[in-house]
């Protein structure tokens, strides 16, 4: 049976995040995901926290996470409590996979991405009946999906439904590698850091469903969710790092942070020098409601 899950924490005291990947820096799309963050904690009178997600070495820039957080700094963003890196999390992770593998709630998969392809693109479940895999303990971690959450409800999107064949596959929850996969960190961290409301862009808007998976198996309280437009440079062309995005001016910040409030439907803050006064501004002025309910917007390169 397909699951639809929406938590109602009107009652609990907001607490939002920003959670950038130190892989280089922060970019115009970067800085959306930030000001909506931080604007929709605010105006929550909630906290925001900063998560570093460091625990993918290769994708790294080295520096990278330092520079992440002196661009916010110039860009007037405070934040509260310390930043959590997730390489100091490991640990945390490592101990609910051997839990999850201990009760047959996941299990080592060997299959290769032309393997997968020539299941149709969605992996079938085969390594859990083929006892042998399991014996040598080698390979990737799929979690036992039981949960197949397939909608749930964004406060910005509305009512989303994913491919149901998606929603049902036992995905990935360490990787071959020995590197921790996005979908168990992110909802660890998330519980752990007790966030009530994620905001992020919509390219994870159907990482949501499995992630609302792990959160019904591990009995954690989900947050709400609310995804914002992507930034492109042509349909289907989001400003990213790995697209080589130009890097946000920390020079003068005044002019993106008014092109990012345009940009989220908000109006613009005259411009000052002080940009934390900007900031607290547009926390005002914030409405929910212009955020333009797409996908994705089109902008200048």
Known sequence: MLNRLHCDLSRQPYVGRFAPSPSGALHFGSLIA????????????????????????????????????????????EWDDAPLYQSLRTEAYQAHIDALLAQDKAYFCQCSRKQIQAMGGVYDGRCHRLPAVQALKMGAVRIVNTARVQEFDDNLMGHINVDSHFAAEDFIIKRSDGLYAYQLAVVLDDAYQGITEVVRGCDLIEASCRQLSLYQNFGLTAPQWLHLPLACISKGFKLSKQNHAQAIDTRNPQTSLNAALVFLGQAPVENQTDVAQMLAQAVVQFQLSAIPQQSEILIEP
């Open 34 to 77: 930030a000001l909506g963050s931080y604007l929709r904690a605010r105006s929550q009178q909630g906290k925001w926290l900063i998560r570093i997600e460091d625990i993918d070495p290769p994708r790294e820039v080295k520096g990278a996470a330092d520079d992440i957080l002196r661009t916010l700094e110039a860009y007037g963003f």
